[in-house]
């Protein structure tokens, strides 16, 4: 009786489930279905589903009207470069607060955090500036300087999080141990920690890569990444479904894939250490 | 804790994190506040000249800056709220027994790594057009005059857009948060006759109070500079019906060339941002000990 | 080697003084154990000892020499901790190699130490386990390993033994106390427990509220101690104290007599008291016994006590089990 009862309210929440599931995941769905399929069969109506002609056509037109491989580059230049980049400078800071807190810690903290929330507006029209006089406009060093300090105070408050859960005896073992400072972090906390760096390096590349207001304001054509690629699709190229499509598609891949086979240590690591 | 040799250390490694940000903070910042006094226009005569407070007079009192501000926080509580509620109703449905969880899981998950620009396009041309978009589609098959989004609920449809990105991030913390719930005491509670709805008033939500703050700090964070979105679909329109203040600023500073008067603008936004910030990091700061 | 001395050191954070002006003199080869209740400083005194901690003023020297400002690596010091503070990621033989690797000695030298050290304290077989997989037993073990390893002018123990079941934790005590035996290091240990105190050390000092009340071999405290703290804190069951005044000495304000001084009696004793529990362990009884106006006692009795609840119940002791106390807590020899 019972079984037969919680199989049937298996069967009940699980239609429910992959109902409201597919519904989110139907818009990045279509995408990759419109992105094999003629202009034509793109705006049909009724549109269909998988009964088409599948075609290359589309991925080819968007290749040649602007190097993908170019702006894929730079995306990746920019959001691993400057997830690196934070990741040395995060470290060490995180590194002093957890293990050696003093009475300011935690108002530094709430600093470093409180400058993400400075609008970037705010700051819009100096950076302009000043990156047009020091002539790194449109530069792949340019960009990647301001997205380590744009991700800075996130990277540091999760490896705070994640030290703070590392029991301080084991590095004062290592102190005893003979260890200096820098082998203390290099053999003992960074190991420990590895999962956590790890998942603040993913988060980290995956909002860059998606970070859609400097990467369009401060590149045009040379370090312009994937989001600046995509947005010359607006209009009105965005009329031609297919090839929007396909455009879409290349650019979210790399990013959706690498947060599928991450998604375990990225939802962890983007709580902020508030669920644990 | 600990000696003052390690103590000085510890100086040194937070030291470059620490001036870095005060670069990236003050001088920026301090620009813009000396452009906020100055008539300048990247393409005016170069005069500069300084005239006071006016700017920001008549920043204020721009008519689409009291637009541009309630969209802002329509739009930041409108997708706090909808991720909130749906986050929530996802996790707990998450939290069941079902088949092919892995799936279920990887597709909600989904949205959250589109960046802002494709899934805006993707949204506004392939759902939202009201002659070629589904929604158009699935409106007339069923005989109803297709809804044109973006000339009509401007605002709402960016909501639909931005809480579809950020519904993903709520669940999937929101259900973490739930896993972690200790099963002994639902079953106590159970025992003692608690009902369902009692047992998630008085004990699942309290529970999920942390991991609630923890998104609507991050979402805050972003969701108070959305750009990408009215960038690629309204362009702020129609009139300032879509404009937030990020976009006011924009438009005003690279597309109008008033330099002085965006910087205004700018630092008006880093006030109001200041406020909502200060309320959000009392929130935090009582959720997560530091 | 492993002489240590210090010289009035005191340690505070902020206004709150840990350790209040403190001199201590630890001999070559001693085992020393710090006792008190928690919060009593005994682990920041072994922290300043370690160097993990900086002294606030003092000096501390190390086999004679100044060792004050030392770096907590240089002070040839091994610790093992409460929490083993095993490195979680490295093999059991890596994190006995660790020290040996830091000091850089060579590849051949070290695996011929780690392999002594393993085959001493039985742990051939679990040489390329991670500290996860192993036991609580085995984990205080390769800690252990990882401190004598370096052969240390004095090993420091942090309550090694509180995370281990009550059984196991016999064993350890045991282990421990042999490994003194042979290897005939200074050896620093901080608990709370006064059984272990009592068992294990050549010299207790025992800690209350950051000074030392008293100092002195394990018997020396038991029969003699200094004040009331002592006498309460040294010996299972607690001392019994009843507050009393006395005519032939005013300034006696209370006496403290053993549970296991007390004479038992069915017809006749100075106080008389009704039995309340009564805990029966085999080889010998405790008897918690209610006296009006002074109220309960501890007896500790031979396994087969005749006594139970409720019963009536006669007690008194011989005048040189009782110990007497002045209102400010020093014991008053009484001849």
Wanted: proline residues 5%.
């Amino acid at each position: 009786m019972s079984n037969n009862k919680s199989n049937k309210s298996k069967m009940l929440y699980t239609f429910f489930a992959w109902l409201i599931s597919l519904a989110i995941f139907f818009p990045i769905l279509w995408t990759i279905l419109t992105s094999f399929k003629t202009e034509t069969e793109a705006i049909a109506s009724p549109p269909s589903l998988f009964l088409f002609d599948w075609t290359l056509e589309n991925y080819n037109k968007v290749m040649q009207q602007s190097p993908y491989f170019k702006h894929f580059w730079n995306s990746v230049v920019i959001s691993v470069g400057s997830s690196l980049l934070g990741l040395l400078i995060a470290i060490p800071a995180a590194w002093s607060m957890a293990f050696i807190p003093t009475k300011r810690t935690k108002n530094l903290l709430m600093w470093m955090l409180s400058t993400k929330m400075l609008p970037p507006v705010g700051v819009l029209i100096p950076i302009y500036l000043l990156f047009r006089d020091l002539g790194i406009l449109d530069t792949l060093g340019g960009i990647v300087v301001i997205m380590t300090l744009i991700n800075l105070p996130i990277m540091t408050w999760m490896l705070y999080t994640y030290f703070k859960e590392i029991p301080g005896e084991i590095l004062e073992a290592a102190r005893m141990d003979g260890a200096s400072v820098g082998q203390e972090i290099l053999y003992v906390l960074a190991p420990i920690a590895l999962p956590g760096i790890a998942s603040t390096l993913l988060l980290n590349v995956i909002l860059a890569w998606n970070e859609a207001f400097w990467t369009l304001i401060l590149t045009t054509v040379n370090a312009a990444p994937l989001t600046a690629f995509i947005a010359s699709y607006s209009s009105p190229e965005g009329l031609f479904y297919a090839k929007l499509s396909a455009a879409s598609t290349l650019a979210i891949a790399p990013i959706l894939i690498l947060g599928w086979f991450s998604q375990k240590q990225l939802v962890r690591g983007l709580s902020f250490g508030a669920v644990k | 804790m600990a000696t003052n040799n390690s103590k000085t250390l510890a100086r040194m490694m937070v030291t470059p994190a620490v001036i870095l940000l005060l670069i990236w903070m003050l001088i920026p910042l301090g620009m813009t506040i000396y452009f906020s006094f100055l008539d300048y226009n990247l393409f005016g005569d170069g005069e500069n000249k300084f005239i006071g407070l006016l700017n920001y007079e008549f920043f204020l009192t721009d008519p689409a800056f009291v637009d541009s501000f309630f969209n802002t926080l329509i739009l930041m509580t409108g997708v706090l709220f909808i991720t909130l509620v749906g986050g929530t109703g996802l996790a707990i449905l998450l939290d069941q027994a079902i088949y092919g969880r892995n799936i279920v899981r990887i597709m909600v998950l989904a949205p959250f790594f589109v960046m802002p620009t494709v899934s805006a396009l993707v949204w506004k041309n392939m759902f939202m057009n009201p002659v070629n978009g589904i929604f158009a589609y699935i409106s007339t098959t069923f005989g109803f005059e297709p809804i044109d989004f973006f000339t009509h609920i401007p605002l709402t449809s960016i909501i639909i857009i931005v809480s579809w990105q950020w519904l993903p991030f709520a669940s999937l913390i929101l259900l973490t948060a739930i896993q972690s719930l200790d099963r002994e005491q639902l079953e106590a509670a159970e025992l003692d006759g608690a009902g369902k709805f009692c047992r998630f008033r008085f004990m699942v939500l309290p529970h999920l109070s942390r991991a609630m703050t923890a998104v609507v700090l991050i979402e805050t964070i972003f969701l108070l500079s959305i750009f990408a979105e009215i960038f690629v679909t309204t362009q702020g329109g129609p009139g300032n019906a879509s404009t937030n203040i990020t976009y006011l600023i924009y438009t005003q500073s690279l597309l109008e060339y008033d330099v002085g008067m965006g910087s205004a603008g700018g630092l008006i936004a880093v006030v109001l941002a200041n406020i909502v910030a200060v309320f959000l990091m009392r929130m935090i700061g009582k959720n997560i000990e530091g | 080697m492993g002489s240590i001395t210090l010289k009035q050191v005191t340690k505070s954070f902020d206004d709150n003084h840990v350790i209040r002006p403190l001199d201590l003199e630890i001999e070559e080869g001693e085992f020393v154990v710090f006792v008190g209740p928690s919060g009593c400083g005994k682990s920041t005194l072994l922290r300043i000892i370690a160097g993990l901690e900086d002294v606030t003023s003092g000096e501390i020297s190390i086999d004679g020499a100044d060792a004050t400002h030392m770096p907590p690596g240089k002070r040839g010091l091994a610790m093992v901790f409460q929490s083993y503070a095993l490195y979680p990621h490295m093999t059991v033989r890596n994190n006995i190699a660790f020290p040996l690797k830091r000091a850089k000695l060579e590849k051949n030298i070290i695996e011929q130490k780690v392999n002594q050290i393993s085959n001493v304290l039985n742990l051939t077989d679990y040489l390329d386990r991670l500290p996860g997989q192993l036991s609580g037993g085995q984990r205080q073990r390769v800690a252990i390993g990882r401190a004598i390893v370096r052969e240390p002018s004095a090993f420091l123990f942090d309550e090694p033994l509180s995370n281990l079941d009550a059984s196991l934790r016999v064993n350890m005590r045991l282990e421990i106390s042999q490994l003194h035996k042979d290897l005939k290091t200074t050896m620093i240990y901080v608990t709370h427990d006064q059984v272990e105190a009592m068992t294990m050390a050549d010299k207790i000092v025992v800690l209350n509220a950051g000074k030392i009340e008293q100092i002195g071999s394990p018997l020396d405290l038991y029969d003699n101690p200094i004040n009331k703290f002592v006498a309460g804190f040294i010996g299972s069951p607690k001392m019994n104290f009843i507050t009393m005044t006395m005519d032939t000495n005013p300034e006696v304000d209370s006496i403290g007599v053993r549970p296991e001084h007390f004479n038992i009696s069915d017809t006749e004793g100075t106080w008389k008291g009704t039995v309340g529990v009564a805990e029966c362990l085999g080889s010998e009884t405790y008897l918690y016994v209610q006296i009006p106006d002074i109220g309960q006692l501890t007896i500790r009795t031979d396994g087969n006590c005749p006594f139970k609840y409720g019963d009536t119940i006669f007690l008194s002791v011989d005048s040189e089990n009782v110990y007497y106390f002045a209102k400010n807590g020093t014991c008053i020899p009484l001849d």
